[in-house]
């Protein structure tokens, strides 16, 4: 507690899944903590919050543990969202890959323990199913990684549940399928494939897609993320904590449809947009074909009701899109 109010420590709050649990939280009264290193995330999506006297803005990195064990200081919950993404990065430098998603990991497990926090949430990954061909992708079966981000993600799984297991940490992990949406990053090397292709469309350039466009994902929407944070963090069922769960909607799109469907509802802005021809590229080293979660579990033991299809998340994106960076 933080004066008489719960306090939620978001570690990466200035990034794309980070700052809108920031903003969620402390929109129902929260104390809310960001610690972030700036690395991937952006100071102008929690330069709104820095007036909110709940809010406070810790700039440190994970690999830090004395950061960690500031940053924990007080809190009640943990949201730990710090990590580097992205595959192709991973396989470019594995290494500080490696020191953040692990090393890291384990800094803010090891204060949270010593803090004694209620609950440690944490960003797992979909990645973790590896080489599993089955569909849907249920939380018990697992294949091998195909990249150094999914050993690290996995990796964070396994520390999770020795914390519990050895000193009685209540963790939970929630595997994100391709999340997206508002204050998703379009730019850089390792931007995501759905604010990347609506800033190419904008711009009235042809996105690239990696293959044939046959592949298909589970392209989870934020507010479905933030619902899932939410009842990991509180949920009062023993059966329901140190465990993962897979955060998804529970459908699978192809990249093609996907395309077509971003391609339909911006021409709503821009007509000319419709008529923009789509470039398909070599498939990408580390992606797996197809990916698509059972939600089963998260509905069972955590009540989860994901209230945002695909296309409805995909409407509400694009609209935020074109209003904030056209």
């Known amino acids: 507690m933080i004066g008489n109010k719960t306090a939620v420590l978001i570690t990466g709050g200035a990034g794309f899944i980070g700052t809108n649990l920031c903003e969620y939280f402390l929109s129902k009264g929260y104390f809310v903590i960001c610690l972030d290193n700036f690395a991937t995330g952006f100071r102008h999506n929690v330069t709104p919050f820095l007036n909110n006297e709940n809010f406070r803005l810790i ?8 950061t960690c064990k500031v940053a924990v200081t ?10 580097l993404g992205s595959v192709p ?21 090891s204060a949270s323990k010593e803090a004694q926090v209620k609950r440690f949430v944490y960003a797992a990954s979909s990645s973790t199913y590896g080489d599993s061909e089955s569909l ?23 520390y999770a549940d020795i914390f519990n297991k050895t000193y ?6 929630l595997r994100y ?63 329901a904590i140190n465990t993962v769960y897979n955060t998804a909607f529970g459908d699978r799109t192809t990249l093609n449809d996907m395309v077509t469907s971003l391609k339909e509802y911006l021409s709503d802005f821009d007509s000319e947009i419709s008529n923009i021809p789509i470039i398909h590229g070599p498939n990408r080293v580390g992606d797996i074909p197809h990916s698509l979660a059972s939600i089963d579990k998260a509905k069972k033991l955590l009540n989860y009701n994901p209230k945002y299809s695909f296309q409805q998340g995909l ?12």
């Not at 700039?59 to 004395?66: H, T």
């Not at 007080?74 to 990590?83: C, E, F, G, N």
């Open 136 to 158: 849907p992708k249920v939380e018990d079966v697992i294949g091998k990684p195909l990249s150094p981000y999914a050993i690290t993600k996995y990796v964070n799984e396994l």
């Open 74 to 83: 007080d809190v009640d919950y943990v949201l730990h969202q710090a990590a």
């Open 177 to 239: 399928f391709n999340v997206f949406g508002r204050k998703q990053d379009p730019n850089g090397a390792y931007a995501a494939v759905i604010p990347k292709f609506v800033m190419q469309l904008m711009k009235h350039e042809s996105p690239i897609i990696n293959g044939d466009g046959n592949f298909s994902r589970d392209f989870t929407y934020i507010d479905n993320v933030i619902q899932m944070n939410e009842l990991a963090m509180l949920s009062e069922n023993p059966e």
């Open 89 to 109: 990065r991973s396989i470019n430098d594995p290494i500080t890959t490696n020191d953040v998603n692990v090393s890291g990991f384990l800094n803010m497990l």
């Open 315 to 326: 409407k509400e994106a694009v609209k935020w899109y074109w209003d904030n960076l056209k």
């Open 59 to 66: 700039e440190g990195d994970i690999r830090n543990l004395e």
């Open 168 to 173: 009685g940490l209540e963790t939970v992990g």
